[in-house]
């Protein structure tokens, strides 16, 4: 029979206090996906599927979005953000071509990618480097800025012309406020036991 004495809980003491500590700064906390359930525009056709799906929270290969070149994800208010996780088509690791995207304030959606500022790309895989796509999507961080649009691009993959969109995740400064509303907290652990 196992017995529970003051020596095996005292062991456990580092572990609650480090999970404690962990909980209370929020460093467990998952950040939030402020793209769900935003609006999606598109351009180029849609061949399967429906904008929505590219902000459902579903990052799995299928069902997808496919045909359109270009999309824009409306924020629908500004929010300071520094990544941006996407995912297309994964399941055979093709890569895709001229993947891009940009962040801005403004609606840009009838402006050709040439026409976006240099600051307001965060990604193109013409200069940054082609990716194999996974299941863990591609991760885009850059230095946080208040956005309102993420506008993307894709011209074809590895395996054929078509373009292929699964889901875009966006995060970024909300998890930053909320661990400075927690800094001012003063939390006192005491830890008694008996010999």
Same mark, same amino acid.
């Given at each position: 029979?196992?017995? =529970?004495t003051?020596?095996?809980?005292?062991?456990?003491?580092?572990?609650?206090?480090?999970l404690?500590?962990?909980?209370?700064?929020?460093?467990?906390? %998952?950040?939030?996906?402020?793209?769900l #359930?935003?609006?999606?525009?598109?351009?180029g *056709?849609?061949?399967? #599927?429906?904008? %929505?799906?590219?902000?459902?929270? !579903?990052?799995?290969? !299928?069902?997808y979005? #496919? *045909?359109?070149?270009?999309?824009?994800?409306?924020?629908?208010?500004? +929010?300071?953000?520094?990544?941006?996780?996407?995912?297309?088509?994964?399941?055979? *690791?093709?890569? =895709?071509?001229?993947?891009?995207?940009?962040?801005?304030?403004?609606?840009?959606?009838?402006?050709?990618?040439?026409?976006?500022?240099?600051?307001?790309?965060?990604?193109?895989?013409? +200069?940054?480097?082609?990716?194999?796509?996974?299941?863990?999507?591609?991760?885009?961080?850059?230095?946080?800025?208040?956005?309102?649009?993420?506008?993307?691009?894709?011209? *074809?993959?590895?395996?054929?012309?078509?373009?292929?969109?699964?889901?875009?995740?966006?995060?970024g400064?909300?998890?930053?406020?909320?661990?400075?509303?927690? +800094?001012?907290?003063?939390? +006192?652990?005491e830890?008694?036991?008996?010999?």
């Amino acid at each position: 029979m196992w017995r =529970y004495t003051w020596h095996k809980a005292f062991r456990l003491y580092p572990i609650l206090a480090l999970l404690l500590f962990f909980t209370v700064w929020g460093l467990c906390e %998952e950040p939030e996906n402020l793209a769900l #359930g935003k609006p999606v525009w598109t351009s180029g *056709g849609i061949g399967q #599927g429906v904008p %929505e799906l590219l902000t459902d929270g !579903n990052t799995a290969s !299928n069902p997808y979005l #496919g *045909g359109p070149n270009r999309v824009q994800v409306d924020l629908e208010k500004p +929010v300071t953000i520094n990544v941006i996780k996407l995912w297309h088509y994964w399941q055979d *690791g093709r890569t =895709y071509h001229q993947n891009r995207v940009a962040v801005t304030l403004k609606d840009k959606k009838l402006l050709p990618f040439e026409q976006f500022d240099p600051d307001e790309i965060v990604f193109d895989s013409d +200069v940054d480097g082609e990716y194999p796509e996974t299941a863990e999507g591609k991760r885009i961080e850059f230095e946080p800025r208040e956005v309102r649009y993420i506008h993307a691009w894709v011209g *074809g993959n590895t395996v054929n012309q078509w373009s292929h969109w699964s889901d875009v995740e966006i995060s970024g400064m909300a998890l930053t406020r909320s661990r400075r509303k927690r +800094v001012d907290r003063q939390i +006192v652990v005491e830890f008694s036991g008996g010999v």
